[in-house]
């Protein structure tokens, strides 16, 4: 599945961007919006609007991708002698992939690790061997008895909590280091803030979400 992020004035310049560089039209695709663009003052400042936009597999291209999932997935969890059950689920976090996985059974923390780095590396690992087997780019959620939708509700109540801070205060917060998936939900939490916004810092592993009052 071809995949860009693509940032614009506004999500429709970004979306209209997206779709030329990939040759398709706007039914052809699924579209995500990272960052909602914010307006500068008399054309200074302001943030631009970012956008995730993949092109739709056909339904037959899915399953055999969801099918293949599963076998690497079971496979893993053999590996790692861990008995659980594996189910394809509907997406329900903004922003997941359109193929999620659900892994589910007994005393599974050891499948999600320290702020989930063991789910992602075990989610990376599937991507890589599924999208090589496929010749595609195919992205993949995996979750662990709903890990995912309870850390998203804590991020989102921890952003509307340090941007009530901001305002109170004035002083800008600073996040802990986040991998990607974790700051868009931050980014996306509080585009419609009033009186905040919020910009990534640093590099690699130390990226971390900043949450301010625009200048």
Do not use: C
């Not at 004035?9 to 979306?15: H, I, Q, S």
């Not at 996040?175 to 998936?181: G, K, R, T, Y």
Request: hydrophobic fraction near 40%.
């Amino acid at each position: 599945m071809e995949s860009l992020e693509i940032s614009a004035k506004t999500v429709e310049e970004a979306v209209a961007l997206a779709l030329e560089k990939l040759g398709a039209s706007r039914d052809e695709v699924e579209v995500v919006v990272l960052k909602e663009g914010k307006p500068g003052f008399l054309g200074f400042g302001g943030d631009e609007a970012t956008v995730r936009v993949l092109r739709r597999q056909s339904e037959e291209v899915r399953q055999a991708a969801v099918i293949l999932a599963k076998e690497v997935l079971e496979k893993l969890l053999s590996l790692m002698k861990v008995s659980a059950s594996i189910e394809e689920k509907e997406p329900s976090v903004e922003g997941r992939a359109p193929i999620s996985l659900e892994i589910t059974g007994e005393d599974l923390g050891i499948l999600i690790g320290r702020r989930g780095q063991t789910l992602s590396s075990l989610q990376y690992m599937v991507y890589l061997m599924v999208s090589q087997q496929l010749k595609a780019h195919v992205p993949v959620t995996i979750d662990v008895e709903g890990y995912l939708e309870r850390r998203q509700e804590a991020l989102q109540n921890l952003a509307r909590r340090m941007a009530e801070r901001v305002m109170a205060t004035g002083q800008p917060v600073t996040l802990e280091p986040m991998p990607a998936s974790e700051r868009r939900i931050i980014h996306l939490a509080l585009r419609d803030y009033p009186g905040v916004i919020t910009q990534s810092i640093g590099e690699g592993e130390d990226r971390k979400v900043t949450i301010l009052k625009p200048q």
